[in-house]
Each structure stands twice: as structure tokens, then as C-alpha cells.
């Protein structure tokens, strides 16, 4: 069986007829063709597939297409705004938060997220925040500093 | 600009694709008529097939092929293995790319299936009915040396007997060993420890893959691939598909890290060629995370051990190990070097060691093949001197840092030869401790900690020295020990019209950064702006032949044939600046991409200018060639041997066995740093995997064989919430040798930060009794350790 | 990695729920996913069809009356977490669900679905068990409640039958103190041992006490020796810990263990934990 599933993706509306299993991160590479959205992991572990539905972040992994029908999705592609990236990339760039950058993306969103719920969060709250998203190859320590570096920047433009 | 860029912590350049998202991996890449593979891997450790029925899975909706291994044979060899261990009796194991008769660890392949779509693909393979008879299986490296342990093997691949699971006995020696163990035996001390190196799972975070499309109206093939050393793979693909290497094209697009489990070359790869082949048409095939658990090499899994013959004021006089090196079930691609060559041949440390015999057994397991993880040999040979100081120091009631600086090797500038035969380039081992312990008051820490425990939390310190050899490496010593290869490096330089500069090098980063390091290096050479310089790599059909990004050998090596190269473009630039100037070369001078004529700066031309000309070629002089390139393969005369002092603080919950690392300080001396950012994220990023493997990281077998820790739900990785931030500073000694003076530093916070942690929690715990825990230290082990000393 | 293929159906209230699942034997209900999907995708569960409830928004809020806190099935972890009306009136729960898995996962997965899998290394079960938590459930036969020591009845096993629906988590908001302190397994943020304590106090002397311990057994704890030990008492740093010290042996003998927590080792320092969150609780408690 297939059910109708329409989400948009980046401001995007895609449709389809998906088998319930789909998972949203399958909807998003395959069908949205927007393949910055990682799949690391098969336990909901490691984040690189965060998304954000409706401006809330989700493993999209761990969500099933037809639960975001109707939905409005958020990827890293989103993100910046035409050519102007988004000060969280900005920081990610400036401060070396990132090296394969294969968790950047999940990575960028969980921060996203971490700042929406906390527009200026001490050291360990970023890193709480960050919790739910793994990096073989930063140590996490300019990753850090990259948050705290985009919610100044965000305060200020505030 | 050029006096500057050299040192300069600038953006990278790979950045803005990567944050973006835009990025393509190998998994990213779809292609019209892709087709999805799936493997079905063994579920037992060890175990003879009876019977495989492919029926239903090939009657499944979408499916296009399903394949065993008897429909293999003769279309892909056996995976080869490319570190011939010479003098060590090497037995090389069949490594069939699809399992026929017995498996012998649980990812083995048994069968793939190729569908229209990958869930598809998915639900055939449990259509397959594969039958087992099972073996007895044994996955501990000590236990599978022992005389009773079940036989993995009976024949290598040339038909000689395989004994005792044994695939190598190697052996490094130097000085009387016998001797300074009798003399310390007898007025002197002789400590022992037994060291157990566990087993590793690298994560990259991107799992491995392929795509491989092959054209059969040219018979050429294009394989995308996951890999840290594209022009290997097209060498060993060449040889296992027997698709000539002219119609090869291995691309590495972008690849999510590697750790050194993206050296070796895998079945599964070259299964995704053969179904290309096949079908004729382009095939997917990327691992999940679990497979990657089962079926991607580990690292690590020693058995060390390990004896230390000293003088009653701390001298050490001598060193003797016995190593059980769990192999796996197969000899990985460069498998053998690791615990040998890249260990044994380190034993002698930042240490002056008058004698030293190490025996390393290479032992085949149950287990996923064990291969080259960050550090590679040399954290296992860095922890091994790092822990029997400590263990020596707490002996004699000396503090660590004395003893290490009673045997430490003095300041050296160029060339030291130690036991092992090796020549370190440059070094000052015990300035590097000096400044470390300053610049973390070790003193006032320990001043802390003679204070006793706070609320049952003990404060603990632990140091660690280490050297390490990269920068690999003479090809001339690759051949003589046995490494199948070269281990030069390449880069082409080529200048444009417009002053514009592609480079194209044979090494294949996957996030180390050196499109901008590499770029800095032309910048500072030549003068241009490091933004007007484009790094091409990973594609064997645009690049130049290289060996790959794996050792912290990239920049060591190829950063030096990039620098050669631009050299030349200078030295040709300055002749053709020279003609139009109308001057001699002799009287030219350059500076900062200006070609002047000495005394008259004014009279000058810019590289730009001069690409220009070499381009249009309207006014060269005689006998000069058009164009503006250079190449070079550069063969290193020597290793190179980064250095450093590592100190960690950790608080250990006397009640719970929670250890809790709240401070760490690497010192690192990786000689003139190109980008003093990115050295640090190589740090930072280094330090914290080796913490994991003193803290949470360890893969487990069952005695069946299974895979305890199979997912990231039981293997604990570290965690931005669980780390304290890393403090990194540097000393700076050039490698006497290197065009550029430089070292290198991928490695260098994974060799030094297991030990240190390890000594730190180990120095906590002094006070209750505890002398050693094996790693990982799960609460329960630091806990039980605790209470066993307590009962003592 | 696939789930096995199932059938889809999507409730728009909890009446049209139950006639899917009447219609549907053995049919999953799909809330958050974030117990559910996991298994499907590992093929552990391989349910002929998902009821998908996760839209139905009766299910979804919290409200605050009669002295207990009424959540819906729905709510999430992160709306429990940041509530004010959870923080002031049932701290534990408040506590406890943060320290489930992750942001993203507190986001999507919700308390009932927690509630429904009951997996015994999940914290929210520990809290509502010391907070004497009841469960409303729509069945058939009508609506019933069932108090927490009756709903969870095993490992992965809880009183919902067949055409049971999870509708709501009623909490008493008590005028007491509570807290939750968690061993997280660092893999997989499970409780490797979790400690829950609620404490009423009247003039420094303890009036009632309640503790569980979540992790280290098929279905969290009630610690009857330690509430026994508290109750009456003046409480004192040394009084909690003497207190505390009897956890251990509150958790019977058949203890859960693994390659990274062994039973005897979660028993050994149980009485830390649940020390810890006692004293927290007496903090708050005033």
C-alpha cells in the first residue's frame, strides 16, 4: 500500500505516494532530492540527519514520512537565505566548527534548535544540546565555540 | 601577503559546500538505471555453509540479481593483502570477496542482492535461506594463539599449513636484553604489567560505500567510493575485477572521515563492481551504521605483555614484550605493518632504551579484520612506555615527570638514532614536558591532591610523552618492509592566464583541511593569494598517482612535493622574468610573487605577469617551453617525529566508579605550523578519540562470536556533554630534513591521550590500592577495582 | 535500513483510533515513533498495520486541577520538561523527561508512547511509579484507570490490553519535593540506574516518602525499606543516607545486567543514587 504524502521541503512542495515505511529521511534525499541531510546511523543516535519540522528540530531517521505530511520541513540547504548564509554557518565556518563535514548539517540544526529554546546558552548548555549529535573528528571543542560565536552574533542583530 | 599566509589560521576552503550541504558523498551520488545492492552477511562467527536457496529472494518484486559465491568464482580474486611482513613467517589467509564453504566472522558475506530499488533490495535479502553448520569460534587474540583454540585456517594462499592461527611472528631487538633484565633482577627493578589494547570501532561518521558504474560498450568502469587513497583501490580493484587500470576511474568524492578504516579494500566493493558488470548498469551499495559495526575493519586488540628493567634511581635499562595482535578473520590491507612496523619499531619512545626485544604475534580471530585506526601502532607503543613509567615511578616513589625526564632523550636537532634502528629527525622531549607542566601548575595540582579527597571524588594526574614516526616515507624502506607499494607523494602545479592556479595531488584528504593548507603552501611560496588557488584531489583520472591521506603523512609528504613544485615554477619564472626585464638571472630577486631586478624593486614583474606570457608564449626565451606547470614526486630521505607532552585531570567517584575527565592540555610540536586552526581541530579532534578508548569505547564478543556491542545503542562514543574543553599550545622544532621543516599532526592527540588519561585515573585511585583497570573504564570495572583493592 | 512493509491508518479521534484497532488485530499504535519506529526499522516489530494517533488532539496538553496534573497521552518530553506547571508541581517528571535521549528526541516522542513500551531502562516509568502516577485508558468496555504499581507488569509489558488506548498520565502535584538523578549509559542515554524520590516535610521531620529506582530491574522499584526508614524522621544529610543505604536490597533478586552495568554492580550503588535524589527532593521540599 502507498498513501499521498505532500511536505515541503525548503519551501518546496513535494508530493508523492510513499510506502508508510518511508522514512522522512528517505522523502527528503530520494524524492526532495536534497541530499544534504545525512544518514549515519540506524539507532537515532547520532544526528546527522536532524531536521527541522515546522521550525522544531526531529531526527528525520526516526520519523516517518507520512507522520510530516502536511509539514513543513527545514535541511541544511534551507537554511541560508539565498546567498546569505545563516549565522550559524557563518560561525561554523569562521570558527572551524567542522572538518568531513558529514555531521555539519545535523549538527547545524540541533543548534538551531538549541538556540530557538536558548538564545544564549552557557558552555554546558551547549553541550547538552548537542548531546544527541556525534562528531568523530572536532572533539566538539570548535563546534562550541562555533554556537556560542552565532548566538552573539544573533543577539546583536537582534 | 607570502610572509604572512604561511602561519595564518584562515577560513577553509572546503567550507562553504560543506555547511551548505551542497557537499556530494558517495552516498549522494544517483545515477540514471541505478540499481541497489544489499549484502546478507553471515550470522555466526564461524561456520560451514550447507546450503544457500537464493529462490525466493530472486522471485522477490524488483529484484534483478542475487549472487553467491559460487557466482563469483573466477570473476573477483580474493581481496589481496599489501604489507608482505618480511622475516615473520607470513601466512596470508584466502580472503574470498563472497564466502562459499565457511565463514569466519559474522559480517562475511555470504550473498548479495541487486534491486530496482534499495527496499527492495532489503526485503529479497531475507528471502535468502542460508544454512549453517556451526563452528567452535574464538574472538580473543591470546585464547585463538592457545592449543586448544578452534582453527580458522588450514591453508594460506600459496596451499602452506596455517598453525596455531598464527599469521606472523615478528621480532624487533637491540642491545642485551637478557642481560639488563638479570642485572636489574639483581640489584635494580623489574616491573610487569599486562596490557590490554582493546578492540576499536572506528565510526567515520559517514559509513562506507560504492557506486560503481560500469560501460559496456567501452569496458570502462568509474567506481565512487569511500575511501582515504582513491589510486590504491583502482591498483587492487584492477587486480581483484581484472578490469585493466586504464579503464578505472576511482573518484573519492567527498568522504566523511576515515581514521585509517578507509584504507583497506573491501569485499563488499568490489561485489558492487561485479554486479555493475553484470547488470549493466550503474550500482549502489552503502553500508548502515551496523554493518559498518560488523563488516568495516576495527582497530586496536592487543594482548600486551610487558616487562621494564630499571635502576633503583629510575634509569631504564631495558624493555621486553610479548604482543597477541588479534587480525581478524582475514589479513586486512596493510593489517600486518600495524602492530609491527608501526608499533614495534616505536618502542623505544622519547627514551634513551640501551636494550629492548619485542616478540608481536598476529593472530587470526573471529573477528571483523582489525586494521590501521588513528595512530596505528604507535598508541599502543606510546601507551606501553607511558604506563610502566608511571607503574615504575609509583615503584621507586618518584613522581612521573622526574622519571620521565631522567630517561628522556636530549634536545637533538638533527638526527638521533634510538634501539630500534630508526633515526628521528629533531626533537626536545624534555622541553616539551617543562612547558606543559608550567603552563598547568602540575605542581600546585598535585599540591591539590596531596590534600586528599573531596566529597569521595580523587583528583588524579596523568602524564603522557610520546613521539611518533609519520610522514611515511622512504619508498626505498617501504620495499624492505614488505609494504606493497611507494609511499611518495605528487602534486602538480599549473598556473593559468590570469594568474590562477590548479593543483592536483595524488593524497585524497576526507576533512583534515589541506585544500586551504595546501593553497597557504603555494601562497607563501610563490605569492599569490591563497584564494587564487584551487586543490584538485580523489579522482584517479585528475589527479596524479599518490598513496593516499592516511599516517600524517599528507602534508609531510605531499605537502613537500607541492612546495618542490612551486619551487620550479619560481625557478622558471624567474628566467622568463629575467628575458623581459632584460636582465640576468643572476641579478634577479624575488620576494612576495615580485621577480626584481636586485637593487631596483621598480623594476619587476608579478607571477601574474608572468603566467601571462608563459601562456601566450609570445616573448619566451630560447629554448623555454610554453606554459606555466610544474610536477613533482617527492620521496621523503626520512620519517619525520612529531613530538609532545599531554597532562589529564580527571575526579574519580570512589562510590560509583564515575570518572569524570575535567581538564587536558596537549602540547604538540608538529614543527612550523601551515594553519595553526586547523593543527588545533587536528588536536582537539585526535585527543578526544583517544579519551574514548580510556573511557567508553571497546568493541565485545560473545564467546559465540556475535558482536555485543553491534550499534550505537552499546558502543559509546564521546559526546560534546561528556568532554571538558582540550587546552592546546606548541612548541616549534623544524624537522631538519622536510623542504618545509614541517611534521605532521593527524595523529598525534590519539597516540599521547590514551595513556594520559589512563595514568591520570590510575594516579587517583593510588591512594585506595588500584594499580591497573582494563579499558575501557566503565563504572562498574573502576568501581570492582576499587573493592578488590579494598578486600586486599 | 527498511522497516517491513505495514498498512497505514490515521486517527482522527480517539473513538475513530479504536475502531482501527478493532478492525485491525495486532495493529501498532504510532504516536511520537520514537519507541516504535526504532523496532520496525531493526525488524524486531513487524506489525501488520500503525495506527497512527499522533494527530489527535485531545491527547495532547497539560492541565492542572484537583491537586494532580492531567497529561496527555501526546504531550512530549520537551512540553514536560519546560512546563511550569510539571517543574512546580512534580519536579522529578519535569527532570526526568530532559534527560531523555536528546532535544530532537524530546521533541518528537511523547509520554504515552514512553509509557506504552515500557522498556525498564526508560526513566518517566521510575518517576510516575514514586509519584503514585495513575493512567487513564479508553477501552471498549469504557474508560478506567489504573495506578502505576498495576500498570507496568513486566519488561515491555504494562496493564493496555489489545484495544487499549493511553489517553492521559494524571499526576499528583503535591505540596512536596521531588527529584530524579539518572546513570546515563553513555551509548545509549538510557537509565542504566535511575533514582526518583518524592518527599513531603512538615517542620524539618518527614512526613511521607516515596522512592523508586528505574534500570535495574524488569519493572522499576518501589523502595518500601527506604520510604519506611524516612517517614517520621528529622531529615538530616546523615538521616537520607542511612536511609538510602537499604535501597539495594528494595530490588529483589532478579536484577538486570549487561556487558556494561552488571546486576550486582547497579545494586551496589543504587543507595548513591537514590541518595542523591533524596536530598534533592529534601531541598525542594523545604
Known amino acids: ?158 | 601577503m607570502s610572509s604572512r599566509i604561511f602561519g595564518s589560521g584562515i577560513r577553509r576552503r572546503e567550507d562553504p559546500r560543506l555547511i551548505t550541504g551542497s557537499a556530494l558523498y558517495t552516498h549522494d551520488i544517483t545515477l540514471p538505471g541505478m540499481a541497489y545492492a544489499v549484502m546478507l552477511r553471515s550470522s555466526h562467527a564461524h561456520a560451514r555453509i550447507t546450503r544457500i536457496d537464493t529462490d525466493r529472494a530472486a522471485a522477490a518484486p524488483g529484484v534483478l540479481a542475487v549472487y553467491t559465491g559460487a557466482d563469483i568464482e573466477g570473476a573477483l580474486q580474493p581481496v589481496p593483502c599489501a604489507w608482505l611482513l618480511p622475516d615473520s613467517g607470513l601466512k596470508i589467509a584466502p580472503y574470498p570477496c563472497i564466502a562459499r564453504d565457511v565463514v569466519h566472522y559474522t559480517g562475511d558475506i555470504v550473498a548479495v542482492v541487486v534491486a530496482e530499488e534499495l527496499p527492495q533490495a532489503h526485503d529479497a535479502v531475507e528471502l535468502i535461506e542460508a544454512d549453517y553448520e556451526p563452528l567452535p569460534a574464538v574472538t580473543d587474540p591470546e585464547q585463538a594463539a592457545g592449543a586448544d583454540a578452534p582453527q580458522l585456517h588450514a591453508k594460506d594462499v600459496n596451499g602452506d599449513d596455517i598453525a596455531g592461527n598464527q599469521a606472523f611472528h615478528w621480532t624487533v631487538a637491540g642491545g642485551d636484553v637478557d642481560a639488563a633484565f638479570a642485572e636489574a633482577e639483581a640489584d635494580g627493578v623489574v616491573i610487569k604489567e599486562r596490557i590490554l589494547q582493546q578492540r576499536l570501532i572506528p565510526n567515520a561518521m559517514e559509513p562506507r560505500g560504492a557506486v560503481a558504474q560500469y560501460n559496456r560498450a567501452t569496458g570502462e568502469l568509474t567506481l565512487w567510493n569511500t575511501t582515504q587513497n582513491p589510486h590504491i583501490v583502482r591498483f587492487l580493484c584492477s587486480v581483484v575485477t581484472g578490469i585493466p587500470e586504464d579503464k578505472l576511474r576511482v573518484i573519492a568524492p567527498e568522504v566523511g572521515g576515515g581514521f585509517g578504516s578507509k584504507i583497506a579494500v573491501y569485499p563488499a566493493d568490489f561485489i558492487t563492481v561485479f554486479c555493475s558488470k553484470q547488470l549493466g548498469r550503474p550500482v549502489k551499495w552503502i553500508e548502515t551504521r551496523s554493518e559498518n559495526y560488523q563488516a568495516t575493519t576495527h582497530g586496536r586488540d592487543h594482548v600486551q605483555d610487558v616487562e621494564l628493567a630499571a635502576t633503583k634511581d629510575g634509569r631504564i635499562t631495558g624493555l621486553r614484550c610479548t604482543v597477541h595482535a588479534g587480525m581478524g578473520a582475514y589479513l586486512s590491507t596493510a593489517a600486518p605493518g600495524i602492530p609491527t612496523i608501526l608499533h614495534g619499531l616505536m618502542l623505544s619512545g622519547c627514551y634513551t632504551i640501551p636494550a629492548l626485544k619485542e616478540d608481536v604475534y598476529g593472530v587470526y580471530t573471529n573477528g571483523v579484520p582489525v586494521e590501521a585506526y588513528r595512530g596505528a601502532g604507535r598508541p599502543e607503543a606510546t601507551f606501553m612506555l607511558e604506563r610502566l613509567i608511571d607503574v615504575l615511578a609509583g615503584e621507586l616513589g618518584m613522581d612521573p615527570a622526574d622519571v620521565r625526564r631522567r630517561n628522556f632523550i636530549p634536545k637533538f636537532d638533527d638526527g638521533h638514532e634510538v634501539i630500534t634502528t630508526l633515526n628521528y629527525d629533531s626533537g626536545d622531549y624534555p622541553g616539551a614536558l617543562d612547558k606543559l607542566l608550567d603552563h598547568t601548575g602540575y605542581q600546585a595540582l598535585r599540591e591539590r591532591q596531596a590534600a586528599g579527597p573531596s566529597n569521595g571524588k580523587y583528583l588524579g594526574l596523568g602524564l603522557s610523552s610520546y613521539v611518533e614516526i609519520c610522514g611515511l616515507g622512504p619508498s626505498q624502506v617501504a620495499g624492505a618492509i614488505g609494504f606493497q607499494g611507494g609511499l611518495w607523494e605528487s602534486a602538480i602545479v599549473r598556473f593559468h592566464p590570469t594568474g590562477k592556479v590548479h593543483v592536483f595531488i595524488g593524497a585524497s584528504p576526507h576533512g583534515q583541511g589541506e585544500e586551504t593548507t595546501f593553497a597557504q603552501i603555494v601562497a607563501s611560496e610563490i605569492g599569490v593569494d591563497a584564494g587564487d588557488v584551487k586543490i584538485f584531489h580523489g579522482d584517479t583520472d585528475a589527479t596524479p598517482m599518490g598513496w593516499g591521506t592516511y599516517g600524517s603523512r599528507t602534508t609531510a609528504v605531499g605537502g613537500a612535493a607541492l612546495a618542490l613544485a612551486v619551487r620550479k615554477i619560481r625557478d622558471k619564472a624567474k628566467v622568463l622574468a629575467a628575458h623581459l626585464l632584460e636582465a640576468s638571472v643572476e641579478d634577479m630577486d624575488y620576494e612576495d610573487g615580485k621577480f626584481f631586478v636586485k637593487g631596483s624593486p621598480d623594476k619587476s614583474k608579478t607571477i601574474q605577469d608572468i603566467a601571462l606570457m608563459a601562456n601566450v608564449a609570445w616573448d619566451l626565451p630560447e629554448g623555454m617551453e610554453a606554459g606555466l606547470e610544474a610536477s613533482t614526486f617527492y620521496d621523503p630521505p626520512n620519517f619525520v617525529f612529531p613530538y609532545g607532552a599531554h597532562l589529564a585531570v580527571v575526579e574519580v567517584d570512589a562510590a560509583t566508579g564515575q570518572v569524570d575527565l575535567t581538564g587536558y592540555t596537549a602540547l604538540d610540536d608538529c614543527g612550523p605550523q601551515i594553519n595553526p586552526v586547523i593543527v588545533e581541530g587536528q588536536v582537539h579532534g585526535g585527543v578526544v578519540q583517544g579519551i574514548g578508548q580510556a573511557l567508553w569505547e571497546g568493541a565485545a564478543y560473545d564467546d559465540s562470536g556475535q558482536l555485543v556491542t553491534g550499534s550505537m545503542l552499546d558502543y559509546a562514543l564521546p559526546r560534546a556533554d561528556l568532554l571538558p574543553p582540550i587546552d592546546v599550545i606548541s612548541t616549534v622544532t623544524r624537522s631538519p630534513h622536510h623542504p618545509l621543516g614541517v611534521k605532521g599532526i593527524g595523529e598525534a592527540g590519539t597516540i599521547a591521550s590514551t595513556a594520559a588519561v589512563y595514568n591520570a585515573v590510575i594516579d587517583a585511585l593510588k591512594p585506595l590500592g588500584v594499580k591497573r583497570i582494563d579499558m575501557p573504564f566503565t563504572p562498574e570495572r573502576v568501581w570492582r577495582a576499587i573493592q578488590e583493592a579494598k578486600g586486599s | 535500513m527498511f522497516a517491513a512493509n505495514f498498512e497505514y491508518h490515521r486517527a482522527g479521534s480517539v473513538a475513530e483510533a479504536r475502531q482501527l484497532l478493532a478492525a485491525h488485530p495486532g495493529a501498532k499504535l504510532l504516536a511520537g515513533g520514537h519507541s516504535l519506529i526504532p523496532l520496525l526499522k531493526l525488524r524486531l516489530a513487524a506489525p501488520e498495520a500503525v495506527i497512527d494517533i499522533g494527530r489527535i488532539g485531545e491527547l495532547r496538553g497539560i492541565s492542572n486541577g484537583g491537586g494532580a496534573l492531567r497529561i496527555g497521552a501526546l504531550t512530549t518530553h520537551a512540553e514536560i520538561a519546560s512546563s511550569d506547571a510539571v517543574k512546580s508541581g512534580a519536579a522529578a517528571l519535569a527532570e526526568a523527561a530532559g534527560l531523555i535521549g536528546d532535544p530532537a528526541v524530546r521533541n518528537r516522542g511523547t509520554i504515552g508512547g514512553n509509557v506504552a513500551h515500557a522498556d525498564p531502562a526508560s526513566d518517566l516509568p521510575t518517576v510516575l511509579i514514586a509519584l503514585d502516577a495513575t493512567f487513564t485508558v479508553n477501552s471498549p468496555d469504557g474508560e478506567r484507570s489504573v495506578s502505576a504499581a498495576d500498570f507496568f507488569q513486566g519488561m515491555m509489558a504494562t496493564a493496555l490490553g489489545e484495544h487499549d488506548i493511553l489517553t492521559a498520565v494524571n499526576v499528583p502535584a503535591g505540596g512536596g519535593g521531588s527529584a530524579y538523578v539518572k546513570f546515563s549509559h553513555p551509548a545509549s542515554r538510557y537509565a542504566v540506574v535511575g533514582a526518583a524520590a518524592s518527599l513531603t516535610v512538615a517542620g524539618g521531620t518527614c512526613t511521607s516518602a516515596s522512592v523508586a529506582v528505574g534500570g535495574a530491574t524488569a519493572v522499576p522499584a518501589r523502595c518500601a525499606s527506604v520510604e519506611a526508614a524516612l517517614a517520621g524522621q528529622a531529615l538530616s544529610a546523615d538521616v537520607i543516607a542511612a536511609a538510602a543505604a537499604a535501597a539495594g536490597g528494595d530490588l529483589g533478586d532478579d536484577l538486570l545486567g549487561d556487558v556494561f552495568a552488571s546486576g550486582d554492580y547497579r545494586r551496589a550503588v543504587t543507595p548513591v543514587y537514590v541518595q542523591r535524589a533524596l536530598a534533592a527532593a529534601a531541598e525542594r521540599a523545604g
Request: hydrophobic content about 35%; overall charge negative.
Open chain 1, 1 to 158: 500500500m502507498t498513501v499521498p504524502v505532500r511536505i515541503t521541503v525548503n519551501g518546496r512542495p513535494v508530493e508523492r505516494d510513499v510506502e508508510p515505511r518511508l522514512l522522512l529521511v528517505h522523502f527528503i534525499r530520494v524524492f526532495a532530492e536534497q541530499t544534504g541531510t545525512k544518514i549515519g546511523c540506524d539507532t537515532s543516535q547520532c544526528g546527522a540527519c536532524t531536521v527541522l519540522i515546522d521550525g522544531v528540530s526531529a531526527k528525520s531517521c526516526t520519523t516517518l514520512a507520512v507522520q510530516a505530511d502536511g509539514s513543513s520541513v527545514t535541511t541544511i540547504e534551507g537554511l541560508s537565505d539565498g546567498e546569505q548564509l545563516h549565522p550559524l554557518q557563518e560561525s561554523f565556518w569562521n570558527k572551524h566548527g567542522l572538518q568531513c563535514g558529514f555531521c555539519t548539517p545535523g549538527m547545524i540544526l540541533a543548534s538551531h534548535e538549541l538556540l530557538r529554546t536558548n538564545a544564549s546558552p552557557s558552555e554546558a548548555e551547549i553541550r547538552h544540546g548537542l548531546e544527541g549529535n556525534m562528531c568523530r573528528c572536532t572533539g566538539y571543542q570548535n563546534i562550541v565555540r562555533a554556537v556560542r560565536d552565532a548566538a552573539e552574533t544573533m543577539a546583536t542583530a537582534k
